[in-house]
């Protein structure tokens, strides 16, 4: 019964391929998001959706595409990936304002 | 605009030992203010928060008081534990659904 659920823990590919990250949430939640984690720790926002409409968009390459089919639901497709999209990604959801909770991560890494 | 700045990390202290991390916040409108931790693989989880000036957050020995003079929310614990050993954020939220995070400070507690 895991809150914030992603998949896959590990992605390992090849430049130039197309990737996809899941991530459901069983917390009833009306926003999620995903976040980017570089090797330093930094977290930085990705995006958000509440409601499956996207609220915030940071600057983020359009080769990035999130897609929520319903509001428990929040995937995370990767066009053309390159050297500097490896990360870790986290997927988060919350309902009030700034209590979240995180997903386990998807280590990303591209050769 | 809104930033979180923390100490730098790495923190390296023996068991027992009193911690500090510190934490300030640019003073635009009034925050809600949060601590998280990240263990090793692991999401982020939220530790401890507080939503008004002079509030104080507290959970597993960890306490937080939110300063409006100083903009500080300064993590403290009286006595760590091996099992400490994590990254930890301070974070902002404000109204419009973005939670803002601090760059973390890696602790590393020895035994």
């Known amino acids: 019964d895991t809150a914030v659920s992603q998949t896959p823990k590990y992605l390992v590919t090849q430049m130039g391929n197309d990737k996809s990250i899941k991530c459901e949430q069983n917390?009833?939640?009306?926003?999620m998001y995903w976040y980017k984690q570089d090797s330093k720790k930094f977290l930085k926002i990705m995006f958000s959706?509440?409601?499956?409409?996207?609220?915030i968009n940071e600057t983020v390459p359009n080769r990035f595409s999130p897609k929520s089919p319903d509001k428990a639901h929040l995937n995370l497709h990767i066009n053309s990936l390159e050297l500097g999209d490896s990360a870790v990604y986290f997927c988060?959801?919350?309902?009030?304002?700034?209590?979240?909770?995180f997903g386990s991560g998807t280590q990303l890494s591209v050769l | 605009g809104n930033s979180v700045t923390q100490m730098e990390g790495p923190v390296t202290l023996s068991e027992e030992a009193f911690l500090t991390i510190n934490c300030t916040y640019t003073?635009?409108?009034?925050?809600?203010l949060f601590w998280y931790v990240q263990y090793p693989g692991e999401g982020l989880q939220l530790l401890l928060k507080?939503?008004?000036?002079?509030d104080k957050g507290s959970n597993k020995g960890f306490e937080a008081t939110y300063r409006k003079e100083t903009t500080s929310f300064h993590l403290e614990k009286g006595s760590v534990q091996v099992s400490d050993s994590a990254v930890y954020f301070c974070?902002?939220?404000?109204?419009?659904?973005?939670?803002?995070f601090g760059q973390g400070t890696e602790l590393s507690v020895k035994p």
């Open positions: 988060a959801s919350s309902q009030e304002g700034g209590r979240m909770f």
């Open positions: 917390l009833g939640h009306d926003t």
């Open positions: 959706y509440n409601n499956k409409e996207l609220i």
């Open positions: 003073a635009t409108g009034y925050p809600s």
């Open positions: 507080a939503t008004k000036a002079d």
């Open positions: 974070a902002r939220y404000n109204q419009g659904g973005k939670l803002i």
